[in-house]
Structures are given as C-alpha cells and as structure tokens.
C-alpha cells in the first residue's frame, strides 16, 4: 500500500541527522550482542513518491475511488531530496551491510540508488518478495529491460518479465490487488528469503506496507531502523537497536 507516512514511536525513529555521542555508544552495544545464529537488518522505506502525494490529498482508497494509474509510481523531488539526506546515514550504519536488497519498484530502486549509492562497495540484488502489496497502479511493476535502461548498474537477470502479481495475465498494467491471504504468504517468502542469506548484516529498502509486516513499525519515507533478526523476526528490542 502506498501510504502517506505516519511517524513511528520516537524511540525507534532514525531520521537523516547525524549520530549523537549517545548513539554510537549504543550502536558498539549493539554490535556486542551479534551472535552466530543471528543477523542484523537495516530497513529502509523509498522516498515520498507521487502517488504518496495524491493520496495525501484524497481520502483513503474506498469504493468508488479512481486510480490516478500512477504505475510504478516515480519519487518526487521532495522525496529525492530526502534520498540524498538519508545518505548520511546509511554511509553511518554500523555494523555495515555486506548486502543490499531492495524492491524492484522503481521507487525504492531509486531511493536506494541515491541513498546507498556512493557506498555500493557491496552487491545490490533485487528481491520481489519484498515489493509492496499491490492496491492500485503504483504497486504494479516494470519489465526487467525497462528497469535496466533506468539502472545499469543493477543487474535484473534473475527477475521473470513479469515478477509482480499478475496471476498470468497478459496485460501488464493489469491491476490485480492481493488479498491479505496472497500478501502473508509472500511475506513467509521473504522471511524464508533473508533467513537463508548467507550474510549476517543486511540494508533491505522497501515499502511501508511490508516493512509493517515484518517489524511492527510504521515508517516514514527514508526513514531507517535496524533490528536484531532471529528465527525470521526482529527480537526483543535493546538499547542496541538505536543506533
């Protein structure tokens, strides 16, 4: 779902400033508390886009609702701005990512293009299982010769023509909304997906609708949050966590 952005509970918010005394003593905790079986997970949500626009100032999509067909819907210069502001953050983040997985919407493509771009001494793979769950035309993807012209620097190979939900069919503006059935088991998917990693630290940019799924928190465009992740899940929260 392409959401308008509410804030998360500040305990957990990091937004595009620079670390405190503070939180790069905790981040060392953190770090301490990384044992074998686990990972650590930077999340990231892709910058404002224009369709979060729209639907700030529309009501929330009901019956009766016309899609602006914003497919694959673009970030704003608002949103980025916001992208090269979180920079300073990611080029922060500790420990540092081995990887970076992101969605294969253009949206968090680019916000991880600008965001991660001038540290990208990592591979960049492009994972479906953590798109966004379709509603309307901006959750519905692009064919993998369409996003290479846009970056070439990532490499689409291991994504199908059509690797969004379609159900098989022909048209690919078809809009066809996943049922929260569809969507939970894609999400087991994507826990399966980073459980069988073989990194121990991650940087995932995504999309608000899944990273509400899979950390409980509601994020705002660029914000990034990290998690110790066992067994699938973020674990109890510690002091750690604030990085």
Not at 159 to 165: F, S
Request: proline share 5%; glycine share 6%; hydrophobic share 35%.
């Amino acid at each position: 779902m392409t959401n308008t952005g509410a804030a998360g509970p500040a305990l957990h918010v990091r937004s595009a400033q620079a670390f405190t005394a503070v939180q790069r003593a905790a981040r060392g905790r953190f770090r301490s508390q990384i044992h074998s079986s686990n990972k650590v997970i930077h999340w990231m949500r892709h910058g404002q886009t224009e369709m979060n626009v729209h639907l700030g100032s529309h009501f929330t999509p009901a019956e009766g609702y016309e899609d602006p067909l914003l497919y694959d819907t673009r970030l704003t210069e608002e949103g980025k701005a916001q992208a090269v502001l979180a920079r300073v953050d990611a080029k922060a983040l500790s420990p540092k990512p081995e990887v970076l997985i992101t969605s294969p919407l253009t949206r968090a493509l680019h916000t991880a293009e600008l965001a991660f771009g001038e540290s990208l001494g990592r591979p960049t793979i492009v994972e479906p299982t953590c798109s966004e769950r379709i509603w309307l035309s901006s959750d519905v993807g692009r064919q993998p010769k369409e996003l290479q012209q846009d970056f070439p620097m990532v490499n689409f190979d291991s994504l199908e023509d059509v690797w969004w939900h379609n159900n098989g069919s022909g048209d690919v503006q078809h809009i066809l909304a996943e049922t929260p059935d569809e969507f939970e088991a894609r999400m087991g998917a994507f826990r399966m997906y980073l459980r069988q990693r073989p990194e121990k630290v991650l940087a995932v940019v995504t999309h608000f609708g899944v990273l509400e799924h899979m950390t409980g928190h509601r994020f705002t465009n660029c914000e990034i949050w990290s998690c110790l992740w066992e067994d699938g899940y973020c674990s109890a929260e510690h002091d750690g966590i604030q990085l």
